[in-house]
């Protein structure tokens, strides 16, 4: 299939930087239309726990992610990569989050899971790391240090910004759930009555200013799906990017039903149930069978949708 | 001098591992006694802004840093590394960084200025990049997502968290000075009104719980000492890491006076204005006098606080 024969580093020959092909919100819209998904492959490659006949490979990582890759890029529509399985190498695991950001088809949209976040000129060299030395498409931020650590990921042309809004784990509700003051709420509800304002609401609602819905996504876990349908109510056309489906407890029919918008609006991240289906040699074959039920799956609540 | 003549990656012969040695509160607080100084070098090594005669050098960046280390070792009892600076070059300025970490003598306290935070197994590998892979003493971690992306970075033995609190850049208005609603403040002043709380305090209150203090400092801006002073009365006992001396705007003396306590707990960090003082073959010689300039300062309002 096409999807899976042009490596990024390999794509437009001579001529092109790899970096130059950018996955608008057009073009993963058409892709999910296409392929019938909204599946995000989350390669959260772990070294204790890949096949062990891989460990004979110069690079276990990419070789395993190389496979994963090849064997789900029919049901997919983007790849994530979490840096932290990758920096837990040492300067090695650098190379192989690199080579796997190369080896990904240019149409599928990439994310470094990276949560990074500093003040403006430093944000700007996490910015040149992923989108310059490696040819992600996004990279996930962390909203505390605010707009001036947010906008330099920006500045890339065409490179896009994950903020965190609500995310999965239990630890979400310490300060991403704290109610604001009443006087530093912006808008209330008709009758004058101040509305309640989580934290995580004041980010998007300020965040949102920020950039376009092109360029921009947010982070909302799976594990409350009112949450994110209020969230959608908010912000009715940007993508959400989920993860927490499967292992987390999110229920990806919950999630698409609340979640979805006219052009899907959703990026289903999925890892451990897909990339460690079999910890055998048959790995890639046990994720691609894992995958595409997962698409099936999706295909069905797409159609749903757009009837 | 003794700091100068044993890198972490020597130390104990090939008895213990390079990271089975700690900073404690107690010994830093030795080692600034002992120095009459509490500064903190930022080796922000940018391959911009090196002298040009270091590109010579199989590796400018630890090239540069090294001559920095044994330069103002005498002036400082900290080094912190900015992760962005050696990311922003590759795979080879993981190396660098990790290079870095290993050649700074044990008894100073190193920091991994990383701003990293995950759900908690993939903080838990970020622990283990920076605690494991590399000998770092400490990594700044961004509190957005909470307990659980904190403590698993407490699980290394001895090693230390510095959380974000109150940053130095203007972002810091956006969302860690948003106030909180009164129902969610734990705590009143004496007659019953509720107090105005703002997020980054909500942060320090909820957070110093998580460890004690001599597993965790806070980031605390320079840019304003009343905060500062707000601070220190909320946290008597914690360390405060103070980045924005200098090339920021914020001022030494101020900063000194809001935030010392008695055993000093400040660590001021300054960067620019010491690593690149010259731009030239002489770097090393202008950067170890202008931390010797930072240091008396130091020493004159240690002795003012410790007359």
């Known amino acids: 299939m096409f999807f899976r024969i042009i490596p990024r580093n390999l794509r437009a020959g001579f001529l092109l930087h790899p970096n130059s092909y950018h996955v608008t919100a057009e073009e993963l819209f058409n892709q999910i239309s296409l392929k019938h998904t909204y599946l995000c492959v989350g390669l959260d490659t772990d070294i204790r726990k890949i096949p062990p006949h891989l460990h004979q490979e110069p690079d276990p990582i990419f070789a395993f992610n190389k496979q994963i890759i090849d064997a789900t890029a029919d049901y997919c529509v983007a790849y994530k990569l979490n840096t932290a399985f990758y920096e837990a190498m040492g300067p090695k695991g650098w190379e192989s989050l690199q080579k796997t950001a190369e080896y990904i088809p240019e149409h599928f949209f990439t994310i470094a899971d990276a949560k990074r976040g500093d003040i403006g000129n430093t944000s700007g060299l996490y910015a040149r790391a992923f989108f310059e030395q490696m040819p992600f498409d996004a990279v996930t931020v962390a909203p505390y240090m605010g707009a001036d650590s947010v906008t330099p990921f920006l500045d890339c042309a065409g490179k896009w910004v994950i903020l965190l809004a609500l995310t999965s784990n239990t630890g979400s509700g310490d300060f991403q759930k704290l109610t604001l003051q009443p006087d530093s709420v912006e808008t209330g509800i008709g009758d004058g009555t101040p509305q309640k304002e ?97 698409q099936a799956h999706m295909e069905r609540l797409l159609g749903e949708y757009f009837a």
Chains 1, 2 share one sequence.
């Open 198 to 294: 989580y934290l995580f609401e004041r980010v998007i609602s300020t965040s949102a200013g920020w950039a376009d819905t092109d360029r921009m996504m947010y982070v909302v876990g799976a594990t409350r799906a009112d949450q994110l349908a209020g969230i959608r109510r908010m912000i009715p056309d940007h993508f959400l990017l989920v993860p927490g489906v499967g292992a987390q407890g999110g229920d990806l029919e919950a999630v698409s039903r609340a979640g979805m918008n006219s052009r899907c609006g959703l990026l289903v991240n999925l890892s451990r149930a897909i990339i460690y289906a079999s910890g055998g040699t048959d790995f890639g074959r046990q994720a691609r069978s894992e995958a595409q039920k997962v």
